[in-house]
C-alpha cells in the first residue's frame, strides 16, 4: 500500500479489542464508575464521539475530560504548593 509516506503502511488507530474500560477510566482519574458515564454522556451531547476501540479517540476524551473535570482553579493551586519551588 502506497501513501504519502514513503511507501509505508499508516498506523492502525483501532483495535480489536477494548483499549480502555470504564473502570480502567475510573481508576486512572481517580473517580468513580457512574462519574465515568456522566462524563461520558455530556461528551456526547457536545458532539464527541467516544470509541473504546479507537486511540484517537480515547485521547480526545481523555483531553476533554481532564480539561473540564479534573483540573480546575483548586487542583491547580493543591499542584502547585505541594511543588517545591527554587528561588531564583
Known amino acids: 500500500m502506497n501513501n504519502n509516506?514513503?511507501?509505508k503502511k499508516p498506523h492502525k488507530t483501532k483495535s480489536q479489542r477494548?483499549?480502555?474500560?470504564?473502570?480502567?477510566?475510573?481508576?486512572l482519574l481517580g473517580v468513580n464508575r457512574p462519574s465515568i458515564y456522566k462524563y461520558l454522556n455530556e461528551y456526547q451531547k457536545e458532539?464527541?464521539?467516544?470509541?473504546?476501540?479507537?486511540?484517537?479517540?480515547?485521547?480526545?476524551?481523555?483531553?476533554y475530560?481532564?480539561?473540564?473535570y479534573i483540573i480546575?482553579?483548586?487542583?491547580?493551586?493543591?499542584?502547585?504548593?505541594?511543588?517545591?519551588?527554587?528561588?531564583?
Open 72 to 88: 480546575d482553579e483548586k487542583w491547580i493551586i493543591q499542584w502547585l504548593a505541594s511543588r517545591k519551588l527554587n528561588n531564583l
Open 18 to 27: 477494548k483499549i480502555i474500560t470504564i473502570q480502567e477510566w475510573a481508576h
Open 47 to 63: 458532539d464527541g464521539a467516544y470509541d473504546p476501540t479507537d486511540i484517537y479517540s480515547i485521547l480526545t476524551f481523555h483531553s
Open 65 to 68: 475530560v481532564m480539561y473540564k
Open 5 to 7: 509516506l514513503g511507501g
